[in-house]
């Protein structure tokens, strides 16, 4: 089997912990906290770069992104320090995208212009609404006015600006949400990631489903008409979709999410960081330990971020390779299975149900396709019902 990362990229994901509020849905590993020794994460960062260069050789380096969290409370010097490191350490496309997620508060907008002169090119805005009432509901901490604002502000420094919106919130009727959307595509971005609401177990929106304390939610009908609605408005302004939740311009397209959907490698650093890195052909998955204070105990320590490095079996290459590749409206090449010839009957069939098309070697899930992903996925590994 290829080494599907050589042509599918390389890239650095760099997880920030910290917020200045831990949103009711989020279920990333991010922590709530006003005493941050910047100094101590920059060296740790530093160390860790150095390590992962060491050990995944010559290499070149695609796109850094810095995720969280909330990465635009990091220093603009640290920042600039690991972009330099970075660069360093790796060879580099030359057009290697560096991408920083960001909230819409006003003091992060304004620090935008120092994060474009450390080498960010790229920003992820965490607009999420432009209904206030709505944004209070969802815990963030920027109202309607101050996202538009930020995204203003953004698309004036950056050369790519994205932004997220969420929708399927409480009581969300289709024509608002139309509204909404046609508002937020005026700003005429280049990119843009939409997500249907999701109660994940272990968030404060998952402890209030559970107790009856979360009405409004959408069923499955009115979930099915609010992703057609977005699909259309989309297509309409020019931003199809390119992957399940996200929509761009071409070649405006997140250069490092793609690498994780056509199963490229990526280094991994910071707490809860995951990674997929490629080693003499065999492909191991690499995690972090959830806690700030434990990675950085490992990594002060000398034993290095990773917690676990496991090698993946043929399926679980083959179960990640469908599951990110048939996100994607370019669908994917069986020949980046390990076992691509056992799934063309199934292939066949659901190809007969409307939900994949294939030809010449390459499957894609249809609109139907995507929007059931997870049970597309499990017919094509175990045959379907």
């Known amino acids: 089997m290829p080494e599907i990362w050589k042509t599918a990229g390389f890239g650095l994901y760099v997880h920030w912990p910290f917020c200045a509020a831990k949103c009711p849905y989020c279920d990333f590993n991010s922590h709530s906290s006003t005493r941050i020794d910047q100094d101590r994460w920059k060296r740790a960062y530093l160390a860790e770069i150095k ?77 999420q609404a432009l209904v206030d009432s709505d944004l209070k ?87 099915a008409d609010l992703f057609v609605a977005t699909q259309r408005l989309c297509d309409e302004a020019g931003l199809p979709a390119y992957e399940i939740s996200n929509h761009a311009r071409p070649n405006f397209e997140s250069r490092h999410n793609l690498i994780y959907w056509r199963s490229g490698d990526y280094a991994g650093i910071g707490p809860g960081a995951h990674g997929r890195l490629t080693y003499e052909g065999r492909r191991y998955a690499t995690a972090t330990p959830l806690s700030p204070e434990k990675w950085l105990e490992r990594v002060e320590s000398g034993l290095g971020g990773d917690s676990v490095l496991n090698p993946l079996t043929d399926r679980e290459r083959d179960v990640e390779a469908l599951m990110m590749g048939l996100r994607l409206t370019e669908g994917m090449d069986l020949d980046r299975l390990c076992k691509g010839d056992d799934y063309i009957h199934n292939i066949n069939i659901l190809t007969d149900k409307g939900l994949l098309s294939s030809n010449g070697g390459r499957v894609r899930t249809t609109r139907s396709g995507r929007r059931i992903l997870d049970s597309v996925v499990a017919a094509l590994l175990d045959g379907p019902d």
């Not at 920083?100 to 920003?123: H, I, K, M, Q, W």
């Not at 402890?207 to 959408?218: H, K, N, S, V």
């Open 51 to 127: 390590r992962l260069g060491a050990v995944t050789g010559d290499r070149i380096l695609g796109s850094v992104y810095f995720g969280g969290g909330t990465p635009s409370l990091m220093d603009v010097s640290h920042v600039e320090a690991l972009i330099d490191a970075a660069t360093m350490t790796w060879s580099t496309a030359g057009d290697m995208e560096v991408t920083l997620e960001a909230n819409p508060t006003s003091a992060e907008a304004g620090r935008f212009e120092g994060y474009r002169e450390a080498g960010v090119n790229r920003v992820s805005i965490g607009v």
């Open 137 to 223: 509901a969802l815990g963030r901490t920027h109202g309607a006015e101050d996202a538009l604002t930020a995204v203003s502000t953004a698309r004036r420094i950056f050369d790519r600006v994205s932004f997220d919106l969420i929708y399927g919130r409480q009581r969300q009727a289709l024509g608002n949400w139309e509204a909404e959307l046609e508002r937020a595509l005026a700003l005429k971005p280049d990119h843009v990631s939409l997500y249907q609401l999701t109660i994940e177990p272990g968030t404060a929106f998952g402890e209030r489903l559970a107790r009856g304390l979360l009405p409004g939610l959408p069923d499955e009908d009115l979930s």
